[in-house]
């Protein structure tokens, strides 16, 4: 079958990829369409260290094709958005609704892939960028049949980070302000999200001021091509400042533009020995600074409620969809996604 393989020097489209059967507890899915995520470029350019060789990808939908013992809330034929969450239902941290915390869903590649006899590392639990993926049953999320699934595909990563980070983690309230600094796919998630909780003042901030049209139409209530004009809008600061884009320096910003008891939520994926800095005085009045890994999310819970705001036309994953690719076409979306010229581009097999 076709899959993207990232070998540790080069990302290959191959067609000899072969996968195994789903065991108990475990899903086999049939992929349609799979986003491509910044940090599946992060893998390649060794920002994310991931052992090699893996087929990448990990915000995925598709139908499923096999189930394994013991599985009951999926069936073949039902349509499926894939999450990361490999998690195992049963420690301390899932019974308390925290999946995302699970210390079996950090850091335990898989090898369900073989190529030429020889094992092929699974990327984040999921590896959408392949015909078909076997994923623990957990991670499979039952949806509409009526949700084209290049948009439903975006459901996975980007938006149960995005809005995740929003409603779930930062818990932005109705009236309130929101900074987000990088409007790619995660940003632009941010974006609706506090659209979505009812912010009253949401600022975009990208360089490229080419995106403010789609901020805008996400939401975005004021678009600035750096952060220096924020406190012309919000004298005192923001309520809430989500930094999207990974860079320390913009760390630092979101803080500082922070007002009193204000929260600087950081999704942005950095290398992994950066360090940021702030002014330890500068959070007396209240203020936080909050990791988020995955939009804090309970996928069994929040990608059915997203993709209900979708039908009711309150969430956004069409617009989303800048281009669709074969997966031949890989090196293109790459080029596109680096240029800034989609929102988000999805494979399609």
Wanted: aromatic share 4%; charged share 20%.
């Amino acid at each position: 079958m076709r899959a993207v393989v990232f070998d540790g020097k080069r990302v290959e489209v191959v067609d000899d990829l072969e996968v195994r059967e789903p065991g108990p507890g475990e899903v086999q899915v049939s992929l349609s369409a799979a986003g491509l995520c910044h940090s599946d470029l992060s893998v390649v350019d060794g920002t994310i260290p991931f052992p090699v060789p893996v087929v990448l990808g990990h915000e995925g939908a598709g139908v499923v094709e096999a189930v394994g013992d013991g599985v009951g809330h999926v069936a073949v034929g039902d349509h499926v958005a894939l999450s990361t969450l490999a998690n195992c239902g049963t420690c301390a941290d899932c019974d308390r609704g925290r999946p995302t915390m699970c210390r079996k869903a950090i850091g335990r590649p898989g090898q369900p892939f073989t190529r030429g006899g020889r094992p092929v590392y699974q990327f984040a639990s999921n590896s959408a960028f392949a015909e078909r993926t076997v994923v623990k049953a957990v991670q499979a999320v039952r949806i509409p049949k009526d949700i084209p699934m290049p948009s439903a595909a975006l459901i996975g990563c980007g938006v149960l980070t995005g809005v995740g980070a929003v409603l779930n983690r930062a818990k932005v309230d109705r009236g309130e302000s929101v900074l987000v600094i990088g409007t790619g796919g995660i940003g632009l998630n941010v974006i609706q999200g506090a659209r979505i909780a009812g912010a009253s003042r949401i600022v975009a901030v990208d360089a490229n001021p080419g995106k403010e049209a789609v901020a805008r139409q996400f939401g975005a209530t004021d678009f600035l091509t750096s952060t220096e004009g924020v406190r012309d809008l919000l004298p005192t600061g923001v309520d809430h400042a989500f930094e999207c884009v990974g860079r320390v320096e913009l760390v630092r910003q979101a803080v500082d533009l922070l007002d009193r008891h204000g929260q600087a939520v950081l999704l942005g994926t950095a290398s992994p020995t950066a360090e940021a800095s702030f002014l330890v005085s500068s959070m007396f009045l209240d203020k936080s600074i909050l990791g988020c890994r995955y939009g804090s999310s309970r996928p069994q819970r929040d990608i059915p409620l997203y993709a209900e705001l979708y039908r009711q036309g309150r969430l956004l994953l069409d617009e989303l969809v800048t281009t669709t690719y074969p997966v031949e076409d890989f090196e293109k979306a790459v080029g596109d996604a680096e240029a800034g010229r989609v929102a988000r581009g999805v494979l399609t097999f």
